[in-house]
């Protein structure tokens, strides 16, 4: 066997594990692993934020880019990555991606200024895109069809645990021993993820050697995807005239404009203008991205609130963060036990979308000292974990199964695009917002935003639904 050939051999599972009956929750466990880490490295990056911008003596118009640049690969490669997993194998991809992903822990740990920060986050989201194009995929096909709405359950509880502990133990160690360690913390972490996928996750197709990539797609995604973040920033606080924002911003709409474009010609397109044609499919896609910027929106607007005008501590602000991934990680592991059985895909989404509304109405009057902050951001969090998995699941059930890995690309794409949303639009509503009014410490502009976001999540799930209510 040739190097190549080596390379590019995806192991088969040991036999022990192919032949137990809980081999597809085996699976589903490894897959977690990749969805904890993701979604960890998400939120314990805004806890640093503030550390970031004392350190390097930048805006936080500027520190943004720290998260920003991560996103933006994962958003333009997410679908490519996807395309490239049904061919060469889901299970190699993965692993490849955590090797990648876990050395540019390290990497940026070491790193000297912001701008090596922001360039070794570029080489992590090449890691990242390559755990997060396969996740669902991994999970809709280990698990049996009638399991399917459990296991995507499991695995979002695993992005939300990682979501969870990410503001505790970001503010614990910025707070004692500095943001660098925010990183190192993570590097065992991702040597046994490894080693779990390995043994745990099964061969999933065999080598293709027809690869067809659309470079040209992924050039037009990311160009539109970076100059639409480069021109909300603009607006957020850079030293950069607000004509260069507009600027940015059309070139953006150009951007998008020539993907499709481009899409509707390929011979091997990012995203296929069939799916995208299927209603289902695109309303439960946007309702993904609506969903993503709620749940992250919050976890860039409370640390700025409560340790830029209130004077609170990370550590303290992390607390009380963590609320709201909880909360996700409750619901959307529990919902089966909790909701009727009766209730379909859609009537969950809206259930979730209505708790959602609650708690960030609720969260417009909240102030820190009375705990009402953390009980709001937990009735957030359990509307989003009640609607995130039944969103998933009707588009997953839309896409044919042979397009797996581009389902699963197309909507962890939208997830990514509705995180970058949710931390530019809110760092520009926090820009824009001064200081909190009524009774709460938070602004009520990017509360705002986010609740327009919701409704948003409330339309797709009327639209996506594939039965009558």
């Known amino acids: 066997m040739t190097l190549r050939e080596r390379l590019l051999d995806e192991r088969e599972r040991p036999e022990w594990v192919r032949a137990s009956p809980y081999s597809w929750r085996l699976a589903v466990v490894a897959v977690c692993f990749g969805a904890f880490m993701g979604q960890l490295d998400a939120s314990i990056v805004t806890l640093i934020y ?4 004392k350190e390097f003596g930048e805006r936080v118009a500027t520190v943004q880019w720290v998260s920003l640049a991560y996103l933006l690969v994962l958003a333009a490669a997410m679908v490519t990555v996807g395309h490239l997993s049904d061919l060469l194998g889901r299970k190699l991809l993965y692993l490849y991606g955590f090797a990648v992903f876990t050395v540019s822990w390290a990497a940026c740990s070491l790193s000297p200024n912001l701008t090596v920060l922001v360039c070794c986050r570029v080489v992590q989201a090449l890691g990242a895109v390559m755990l997060s194009a396969n996740s669902v995929a991994l999970v809709t096909l280990a698990a049996p069809w009638e399991k399917l709405r459990t296991a995507l359950g499991v695995q979002a509880a695993g992005q939300a645990l990682g979501l969870a502990v990410g503001p505790t133990v970001g503010g614990v160690l910025v707070s004692t021993v500095g943001w660098r360690w925010v990183f190192w913390i993570n590097v065992p972490v991702g040597v046994a993820a490894i080693l779990l996928g390995r043994y745990l996750l099964p061969r999933t197709v065999e080598r293709a050697d027809d690869a067809r990539f659309d470079l040209r797609g992924t050039a037009w995604l990311a160009a539109a995807v970076a100059t639409l973040l480069a021109g909300v920033s603009v607006f957020s606080g850079l030293p950069v005239p607000g ?6 911003i059309a070139v953006s709409a150009l951007g998008f404009a020539g993907f499709l474009r481009r899409e509707s010609r390929a011979p091997a397109p990012l995203v296929s203008p069939a799916l995208l044609r299927e209603r289902h499919i695109a309303w439960g896609l946007l309702g993904a991205l609506a969903g993503y910027l709620v749940l992250f929106g919050p976890l860039v607007l409370v640390p700025l609130a409560l340790v830029r005008h209130v004077g609170e501590d990370e550590m303290r602000a992390g607390l009380l963060l963590a609320a709201l991934p909880a909360g996700f990680a409750l619901a959307s592991n529990l919902q089966e036990r909790l909701l009727p059985r009766r209730w379909g895909n859609s009537v969950r989404c809206l259930a979730g979308a209505a708790l959602s509304l609650t708690g960030l109405a609720g969260l417009a009057f909240a102030a820190p000292a009375d705990g009402w902050l953390v009980a709001w951001l937990a009735v957030l969090g359990i509307g989003l974990g009640v609607f995130t998995p039944p ?14 890995g581009t389902g699963g690309g197309m909507i962890n794409m939208v997830r990514t695009l509705g995180t970058a949303l949710g931390v530019a639009l809110i760092t520009l509503a926090f820009h824009l917002g001064g200081e909190g009014t009524w009774n709460s410490v ?28």
């Open 50 to 53: 503030p550390s970031l911008e």
């Open 442 to 469: 938070l602004p009520p502009l990017p509360l705002f935003v986010l609740m327009g976001a919701v409704l948003l999540m409330g339309v797709s799930a009327v639209w996506s639904s594939r039965t009558a209510l």
């Open 391 to 404: 969103n998933n699941t009707m588009v997953m059930a839309a896409v044919p199964a042979h397009l797996a």
């Open 243 to 248: 004509w260069a924002g507009l600027t940015l």
